[in-house]
């Protein structure tokens, strides 16, 4: 198949032949299938989702995509696309929680997709209309029942137009300050810009020897993302463990109900740089980036001890010792022989971390039982709500109690 000619693709341009008859390696067919070509499904409205394993926003929408998939059967093909091998997403399916009963094809080992629909930004949507034209590259939010359905009914729609930089160079200033600046050239700044479109949320810095500076730079952070790197804690970023005392919390969490997180980006995520004396340390840059959000945004964030509702683990009774761990590598798989999960080598600290962060607790997770000893946990099924992990607990000898404990949280209030 003569792929040496396919181009990138633009909104509205029309699949090539080439394309729709590319062999396409996949994994997890539900007839056992290597390989099909789109030309399999024309006529049906693909959204090609270009994702890999080590991107958790791209995992954490496969359940959503399955059910999906599933829902509009006979229009609909959802397919995720890496360039990573068959054996590499096979055992990531058998392993990961979220996809252990996916029932999405997916295509492995891909370098001609990536060709003709070009991102930098994943999870990348690409919406292939059932007269075969490209109508929209969406983020993941735009993945849903009524858009799916306007895409069937209005084949040329366009939903939005996902537009990524792909070759940015970090390396160079974002804000130039010198020009027009006559015989006044600014040696060192700080500046802040509003959200720049195609880049991803990016932080670094970049030292210049030649010119005695260092150049720190944040693009396209949230506030709360830019807090936890100001305070060089992932406080902020847990909701489970903030508090939020400001007249505009519209401006810190996107609220689902206001409308796409990608719009909400676009109003509310900043662009900072500082240039300063070359060689100044990652601290003192991170006092200034601190020091600079309470300043220009009219806000007060610090880390504070308060006691707060949590979910306490205590123990007072011998551990069941049946369960004691028998390896020596914590895993999360699916055993397809007698379709059970499995939790393999956790210590009750690790499940704590894990269950602040499960569908369905509400409060902070706080281990207080001393158990040092790893278990190994049979699953029927994943558990989706307080009272399922809560009899995982129970079944390894750990009571959890909702209580107040006292806590470090990241709290966020206004200047006044």
């Not at 295509?107 to 929209?136: C, M, R, T």
């Not at 693009?219 to 505009?248: F, M, T």
Request: with cysteine.
């Amino acid at each position: 198949m003569e792929t040496d000619s396919i181009t990138p693709l633009q909104i509205g341009d029309t699949i090539p032949e080439a394309l729709w008859h590319l062999p396409l390696q996949v994994v997890n067919h539900p007839e056992g299938r290597d390989t099909i070509t789109l030309r399999d499904y024309k006529g049906k409205l693909i959204i090609l989702d270009f994702w890999h394993t080590g991107c958790g926003a791209c995992i954490s929408n496969f359940p959503r995509l399955d059910s999906l998939s599933q829902l509009f059967d006979d229009s609909l093909l959802v397919l995720p696309v890496t360039f990573q091998g068959r054996q590499r997403v096979n055992s990531f399916l058998k392993k990961n929680p979220l996809v252990l009963n996916s029932s999405l094809v997916y295509a492995v080992e891909d370098s001609v997709l990536h060709k003709a629909f070009p991102h930098q930004l994943l999870p990348h949507y690409v919406w292939i209309g059932p007269h075969g034209n490209v109508n929209s590259y969406t983020p993941s939010e735009y993945v849903t029942a009524i858009n799916i359905e306007k895409s069937l009914h209005k084949p040329s729609v366009t939903l939005f137009r996902k537009e990524d930089k792909l070759n940015h160079d970090y390396n160079m200033p974002i804000f130039n300050v010198t020009e027009n600046a006559g015989t006044l050239r600014p040696v060192y700044y700080t500046a802040w810009g509003k959200h720049i479109k195609g880049l991803a949320a990016k932080s670094g810095i970049v030292n210049d020897s030649l010119n005695a500076q260092t150049r720190y730079y944040c693009i396209n952070h949230s506030l709360l993302h830019l807090y936890a790197i100001a305070l060089n804690s992932g406080l902020p970023l847990q909701p489970k463990r903030r508090v939020l005392e400001v007249n505009e919390p519209g401006r810190l969490i996107h609220d689902q109900a206001a409308g796409y997180l990608s719009k909400w980006q676009q109003e509310y995520t900043y662009t900072f740089e500082t240039v300063v004396v070359h060689g100044t340390s990652k601290p003192e840059l991170n006092h200034t980036l601190h020091h600079e959000l309470n300043r220009f945004f009219n806000l007060e964030g610090r880390i504070e001890e308060r006691n707060i509702p949590s979910v306490v683990l205590t123990t007072d009774q011998k551990p069941n010792g049946n369960l004691f761990t028998r390896g020596n590598q914590m895993q999360i798989f699916r055993d397809p022989s007698d379709k059970h999960s499995y939790i393999k080598n956790i210590t009750i600290a690790d499940l704590a971390h894990m269950l602040e962060r499960a569908e369905g607790i509400k409060y902070p997770v706080v281990d207080k039982t001393g158990m040092t000893q790893a278990f190994d946990i049979k699953l029927d099924k994943w558990p989706t709500s307080q009272q399922e992990w809560f009899k995982i607990l129970r079944d390894i000898g750990v009571e959890a109690r909702i209580e107040p404990a006292l806590l470090y949280v990241f709290v966020i209030s206004d200047q006044h």
